[in-house]
Structure formats: structure tokens, C-alpha cells
């Protein structure tokens, strides 16, 4: 796509337009995507408990590649191409528990978990000249856990994921994300670009109408920014608002929290597959799997921190919630998808109260798509502790968190 494709992306927020129809619709597009952003950003993968036990593997699609990530017995998780040395053949086609060796299924080539080839059966029969073992260990994939998700990423040259992420990790600090358990997880296909997706999640304009009960417990009039520097797009309610419904409230809370993290949900879409709800009793992680330009699959896990133990009552009504919102917003989202697939009219104005999260989505986008390399990404800037900025008209929070209640400086 030439420079005029993204003009309206490159505007000012007070004159923005969204992406053009295309860029949801068209399956040249689609694939361009899946190379210049998937197969060059971190990408979310799994949430950190797939592979929290020694000999976890775990298979996973990123953009046109498989890879696969195991924990081996030192406690190091790697991630390698899906891919033997031998001939190519995939290795592994589901998730499995206590893997020792990656053996290939074809001709029964054996690797450990750091990668080395240590079993080649009969290929010494009639040796051949100058092989070593050493230089046909599977091809390593960069992997990295923060927090409760696991990313991956396929190009070398992207910038280390503590940068990509920026203050993320110190924002989020307060709820040792990394000691939370997985729960239950599911799957669901929509028929929606991955964009829409994440693009709904992160603006609270449609809320009162296409949400209404969710509107009694994430009031619009209780948002707030929650975005620093970083390839994510933020925003929390403070408080969590249970006036008129608790769905969100029933589980006992993780310990230890302090006064703002204790009250607020934090909601976080990390550029470019993963939206993550943090309410201080339970994490709620979407990430999103493309499939094509119409289709994305969503992968859906709740975490608790270490130590709850709700009823099953509890949990159900917290999960019911989440699901019944989730219905609403994959409704509107495939409606959307209908509408610029089939109608494809210029893209509108953002809204400046609301959408200026779609507006710092769409710049990331714009530059993972007309970069050479991400190793020259510049990782927006957001909001700096200390500032109490109301730019975009959402007023200045309350009991804001401690990275931004903070003196600057």
C-alpha cells in the first residue's frame, strides 16, 4: 500500500480518519499483514501457565509460520521453528505434558529440549562426509514470558520485548501477574477482521448501547487513561462500579493490592493480538488468531491469583458475564465486517473523547506496514508519571494508579 493508503492514519487526532475499507476486507492486504506485522512483532502466543511445567510443549501459529515452545529441565522456555532438519516435516501437531524429546515423526530424527539434534536412527549406515550433529539443531525462535502471557516473535532484528512493551510491566507490577493460575480457557471463531476485534475493545463509545449491562459495572463516566510509553493501548475504570451489578466482584480479590489497583479494572491492548482485562480478582485475556481477512479465531483464558478458591458458583457468574459481553461485541463486530466488506465507504472521523486509542492503534499499524524494519520502530510515547493530562476529555482520575500518581521526573 502506497503512502496515500495511510494519509488519513498520519493526520492529527482532531482530523484523523480510520483505516480505509480495505484494510478489513481485502485478502491482498491480509496476506501483506501477516508478514510485515505477525511475522515481525512480539506476538502473544499463550498465557504463561501453557508452559509453567517442565516438559510443556505448546504449538502455535504466527502468521504463516508454525513454531513450537517447550520448558526444558532447566527452566528456560524456548521456542524453535515447527520444522526437522532433516526434510522439513512438521514435528508436532497439538500441545503436549512431560515432552523430553522432539522427535520428528517422519524419519524419528530426535532433538532435546535446547534444540540439539541428539538421535539421527540408521543415517550413519553409509556415512556421509563432514556432518556434524552441532549444525542441524532446530532453527530457535525468539520467546519471552511477561507477566501472565507468553510472546513470541520471528524476526531478530524487532526491538527486545521489554522495549516493545515499554512501562507495561511496571504499570501492571502491583498484581505479580506471573504467579496467577490458569482456570479454563475456550475457543471461538468470528467472523470479523482481527482489527475490529481489538478495535472494539479498546474504545468505550459503543458502550452504552451495545452494552448496557456491562455499562452498570464499567460506567462510561468511570474511564480513565491508563496508557504510557509502549506498543499497547490502555484504559481502566476507577472504580469498578457494583452499585448494580457484582458479576465482576463475586471471587475474593488477589492480596496485598494497593488503593488503586484494589478498585479498578485495567484494560490493555497490547499491539498487535492480545486484549487484557486485569480486575483485581480475576485476568481476563483474549488474543486473537487471523485467519484470513474476514475470519479470526479468539482464544479466551481466565487467570486467579495464586491461592483463590471461589465456588464454582462464583466463577460462573463472573465467566457468564464476560461471555454474555463477548456475544454482544462479536455480534457488532461481524456487522461491521458485513458493512465494510460489503458497502466499503470512505473511512469517518474518530471521535476524539473516545477513539484516540484507535488512533495510536492504527499509527503502530501503519508503521509495522511501511517499515523496512521494526528494528527502526519508534514505540509511542504515552502518558508520563506525574502528568494528569485531560487531553481527550476524560477527566482526571481519581484514585489513578502509582506508576501515574507519581511526582515526574
Known sequence: MGTSFWEGTR???TEATGLPSAAYADEEFFESERQRVFERAWVCIGVAPDVAAVGALVVRSIGSRSIIVVRAADGVVRGFLNSCRHRGTELAACDAEGVSTIRCPYHRWGYNLSGSLISTPRFADVPRTEFDPDDFGLVPVRVEISGCLLFACLDEGTPPLDEWLGDLAERTGGYDLERWDHRESRSIEIEANWKLITENFQEYYHLAWVHPELAKVSRVDDHYRYQGPGMYCGQTTTPVSADNRDDWLVMPPAPALDESDSVSGRFVAIFPNVLLSILPN????????????????????FLLPPGSDPSEDEFATTRSFWFDVNDEDIDIV???????????????????????????????LADA???????????????RPGET??????????????VDARPPG
Open 369 to 383: 506496514m511501511t517499515l523496512d524494519s521494526l528494528a527502526s520502530l519508534d514505540v509511542p510515547d504515552g502518558d
Open 282 to 301: 480475576h485476568v481476563f485475556v483474549m488474543r486473537l488468531e487471523p485467519e484470513s481477512a474476514g475470519r479470526t479465531v479468539e482464544h479466551c483464558s
Open 334 to 364: 461481524e456487522r461491521g465486517q458485513r458493512g465494510l466488506s460489503r458497502g466499503g465507504v470512505p473511512p469517518g472521523p474518530l471521535a476524539p473523547r473516545f477513539e484516540e486509542p484507535l488512533h495510536r492503534f492504527h499509527t503502530m
Open 11 to 13: 493526520r492529527s487526532m
Open 389 to 402: 493530562t485531560d487531553e481527550w476529555g476524560a477527566g482526571t482520575n481519581p484514585t489513578p494508579p502509582a
